[in-house]
């Protein structure tokens, strides 16, 4: 049995740069996989989403060009040719990983499932059923996160469709139901909208994206409906049948509803992959939902065995999954380093405009008695977005009255998630919202729009 100095379970978005990280001191590691190097962000998710609503941009683009003065016939999508490039970059992304981490000689690539035997032991169990075991003197837990699929009547027996398959397909569908009006279902209702899919989202919450503010929602609510998407809020889907389409059963406020569909999409959330890993060999412990436990520097509650990104219940997005794997090393290596309590997590919704957010919103400040003053622009008084007509959305920002320092900002607009990380940097900087009033930004761009955000707060 080999001894090494690292083991690694998951080579997902923490797991490959920790490996790197770790090996560039020299010291030996085991990164274990059980499926394909990359992980959920590689391989399922932001490079092939992010791809697929690229195609669907050019789509809507196209089908607006008479409204540039660019006169085509006709227009139409092939899937086929969508799904083939998508394919390439996750090929392409996937063999970068690949390559980086196999040229280090002190990294070992062990595919197959991990398990704990014991809380220095790991057991990999390969695709063909044999099996080895190797130690390490610190482990690290980087197993993801996978599609939660809620137990409704009849659902298991259909061909629905995941965020993964989702992206297989090689035609159009007729009509997409969609449960889930998450980030998942938003960027999926739109790409698909695009493609020329009917599109409907059910969603049991009584908005979408329920997380962010009432002012965000109606915005994307309204962008959406203006697109053709339909939406049914309150809705719990009961029941589902598939017979040459899908016909779902929901409860509404107002009664039953049933509602046909050539294919259905479920997207109500994600689900930490920590079941079958034998934590009950070790002394680790989970929340309710299955989360592993962990301090603020992601150590669990075995000294030796830190746990990163999406299985700890970190915010679910790569780049906070990728600097957990900043912070656990600092932490089990150096000694030393930020804990994630310190950290601004920024992110980016791919729909169109782009929906881009970083620390407060006015929702939270409220809930948390957090004094606030706020500031809001439409996008439709912005230069920049008149001449290419792309004029929906808001830049919407929280300031501390006292130090007018920013608290948080909503940015709803073409390339939103940019500027928010303008916003970020002033945050991490404490640069005070009357310096960026009055800071001269080139003309004619988005950013420039930050002056008169600014220039709103009372
Ligand atoms: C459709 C979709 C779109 C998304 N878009 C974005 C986006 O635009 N921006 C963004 O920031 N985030 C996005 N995310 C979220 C992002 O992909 C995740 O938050 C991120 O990949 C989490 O990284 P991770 O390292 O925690 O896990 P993962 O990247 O999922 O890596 C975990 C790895 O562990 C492996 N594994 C699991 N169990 C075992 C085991 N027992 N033994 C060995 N290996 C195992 C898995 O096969 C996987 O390779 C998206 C997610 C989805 C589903
Ligand atoms: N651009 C990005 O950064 C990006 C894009 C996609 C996904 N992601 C990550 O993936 C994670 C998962 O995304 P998601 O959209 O699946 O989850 P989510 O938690 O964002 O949304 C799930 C939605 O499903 C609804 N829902 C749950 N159960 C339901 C049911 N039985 N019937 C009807 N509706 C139901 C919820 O009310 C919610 O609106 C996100 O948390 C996000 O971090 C990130």
């Given amino acids: ?10 080579a997902g978005q923490s797991g490959m740069p920790l490996a790197k990280k770790i090996s560039n001191i020299g010291l030996s590691v085991a990164l274990i996989e059980k499926r394909v190097i990359g992980g959920t962000c590689i391989n399922d998710g932001c490079s092939p989403t992010k791809t697929m609503v690229s195609s669907a941009r050019v789509a809507h683009l196209v089908s607006r060009a008479a409204d540039f003065g660019v006169i085509l016939p006709s ?44 809380s220095h032991t790991i057991e990999i169990t390969s695709s063909t059923g044999s099996t080895e075991t190797v130690k390490g003197k610190k482990i690290f837990i980087n197993t993801g996160s996978e599609p939660r699929i809620p137990e409704i009547d009849g659902l298991t027996g259909t061909p629905y469709l995941t965020s993964t398959t989702v992206m297989e397909l090689e035609e159009t569908p007729e009509h997409l139901l969609i449960m889930g009006g998450g980030y998942i279902g938003l960027e999926f209702a739109q790409m698909f909208r695009r493609f020329g899919s009917n599109v409907t989202i059910i969603d049991r919450a009584g908005r979408l994206v329920s997380k962010e503010d009432e002012d965000v929602c109606k915005e994307i609510s309204q962008i959406f409906s203006d697109e053709g998407i339909d939406t049914l809020f309150n809705s719990e889907v009961r029941k589902v049948t598939y017979q040459d389409g899908f016909t779902i059963i929901t409860k509404t406020p107002e009664g039953e509803k049933s509602l046909k569909g050539s294919h259905l999409l479920v997207a109500t959330g994600r689900i930490p992959s920590s079941a079958r890993l034998g934590l009950e060999n070790t002394q680790i412990k989970t929340t309710d939902k299955g989360f592993i436990r962990t301090d603020d520097f992601l150590k669990t509650a075995e000294n030796h065995i830190y746990a990163l990104g999406d299985v700890a219940g970190s915010a679910p997005f790569t780049h906070i999954a990728y600097h957990d794997a900043h912070i656990a090393f600092q932490h089990a290596y150096k000694g030393n380093g930020i804990s994630k309590k310190e950290r ?39 230069g920049r977005t008149l001449e290419v007509d792309e004029t929906r959305g808001f830049f919407k920002v929280l300031v501390d009255p006292k130090s007018k320092k920013i608290l948080g900002a909503t940015i709803l607009s073409l390339d939103g998630g940019e500027i928010m990380a303008i916003l970020q940097m002033a945050m991490v900087g404490g640069v005070t919202y009357d310096t960026i009033a009055t800071l001269p930004i080139a003309h004619p761009t988005l950013a420039e729009s930050l002056n008169n955000l600014m220039g709103q707060i009372e």
Avoid: W
């Fill in 344 to 382: 601004l997590v920024p992110y980016c919704v791919f729909i169109d405009p782009q929906l881009a957010r970083i620390g407060l919103n006015e929702q939270e400040a409220k809930d948390k008695g957090i004094p606030y003053k706020t500031g809001k622009f439409l996008m439709k008084h912005a």
């Fill in 1 to 10: 049995m080999k001894n090494y100095d690292a083991v690694i379970l998951g």
């Fill in 75 to 118: 227009y139409q999508v092939d899937q086929e040719i969508v799904k083939k490039r998508k394919d390439h970059i996750v090929t392409l992304f996937r063999g970068g990983a690949e390559k980086s981490l196999s040229k280090n000689e002190n990294i070992d690539i062990l595919m197959g499932t991990a398990a704990f035997k014991d």
